[in-house]
């Protein structure tokens, strides 16, 4: 595996080492506060820790790493790495919402100008809110999953290199606007959504993929054209790993769906344990317990 290709991204390197380590910062500026002055203490936990730099060390894993050159030889090993930057990544950064942590861990004069550039510029707040609505961001959410799958374009992708690029970014950037609705992570520019909408939400960003890996599963030929490498440990037909790709992402593409569902149901059963205990004498009458239409 190491002697395979890597493709050596400096930027993005530099970008995501720069992120962990202004989170880290923050996260241990944030833990020296007492717990009562303090709500973002609560989060700064060792397990939401780990969670963040999981997301962060894979998309290192997803675009440096050989997973990216045997993406373009294994149409399966592509579907992993479509997984990890649609779900896998913005679940695991977005659901401890780092940003605070983040924004702490800048130097002090960085905050005070980005700070003044946001106050000074109402109206791009206003279009930023508006360009990223719910409804918006799930269909550049569901346009991103499909569009990539087009034989052409895939074909193109796979063989160009900007254009990988190009479909790297636009993957990233909505599965990170989708999941900072799923998880109503900080900063909040709209407003959350009723629990059982929000289930309904967080739920529709399995359809597409699941469609896709029920679609590829049964095909009975190959829709793009990858080679058959033989690497001696990994040997694979075309057809088979289309197959294996189909399901790849039929199996493992709702799994944080799943896990974000779950996640939003404890959220609600902690609201409801946190309700006033009421005597039985409060709700156990032949009055509330008449069937609606009922009470006459």
């Given at each position: 595996m190491l002697l395979?290709?890597?493709?050596?991204?400096?930027?993005?390197?530099?970008?995501?080492?720069?992120?962990?380590?202004?989170?880290?910062?923050?996260?241990r500026r944030v833990r020296r506060l007492p717990l009562e002055r303090a709500p973002l203490r609560r989060l700064a936990t060792g397990r939401l820790l780990a969670l963040t730099l999981a997301g962060l060390a894979l998309v290192l894993v997803a675009l440096v790493s050989p997973l990216d050159y045997l993406g373009t030889?294994?149409?399966?090993?592509?579907?992993?790495?479509?997984?990890?930057?649609l779900n896998v990544v913005p679940a695991l950064f977005f659901i401890p919402n780092p940003l605070p942590f983040i924004w702490f861990g800048l130097p002090f004069g960085w905050r005070r100008r980005v700070a003044e550039h946001i106050a000074g510029r109402p109206r791009r707040l206003v279009w930023t809110r508006r360009l990223t609505g719910k409804g918006l961001v799930l269909i550049l959410f569901t346009a991103a999953t499909l569009v990539w799958y087009d034989p052409g374009l895939h074909q193109a992708s796979r063989a160009w290199?900007?254009?990988?690029?190009?479909?790297?970014?636009?993957?990233?950037?909505?599965?990170?606007?989708?999941?900072?609705?799923?998880?109503a992570a900080v900063p909040r520019l709209h407003d959350p959504l009723p629990l059982w909408p929000q289930v309904a939400y967080t739920a529709a960003g399995a359809l597409p993929i699941k469609l896709a890996g029920l679609f590829f599963l049964f095909?009975?030929?190959?829709?793009?054209?990858?080679?058959?490498?033989?690497?001696?440990?990994?040997?694979?037909?075309?057809?088979?790993?289309?197959?294996?790709?189909?399901?790849?992402?039929?199996?493992?593409?709702?799994?944080?769906?799943?896990?974000a569902a779950l996640w939003l149901m404890g959220l609600w059963l902690a609201g409801e344990d946190r309700k006033p205990w009421q005597p039985r004498a409060a709700w156990d009458t032949p009055e509330v317990m008449l069937a609606p239409g009922w009470e006459k």
């Open positions: 395979l290709p890597w493709h050596p991204r400096p930027l993005l390197i530099l970008f995501v080492l720069a992120v962990a380590i202004a989170y880290v910062r923050g996260w030889q294994f149409f399966f090993l592509r579907m992993a790495q479509h997984l990890l930057l290199g900007p254009l990988h690029d190009v479909e790297v970014a636009v993957m990233v950037a909505a599965g990170a606007l989708y999941w900072w609705h799923i998880t095909a009975e030929s190959p829709l793009y054209a990858y080679p058959t490498p033989d690497l001696g440990w990994l040997s694979l037909s075309p057809l088979r790993s289309f197959h294996l790709g189909g399901a790849v992402i039929w199996m493992l593409g709702g799994v944080a769906y799943s896990y």
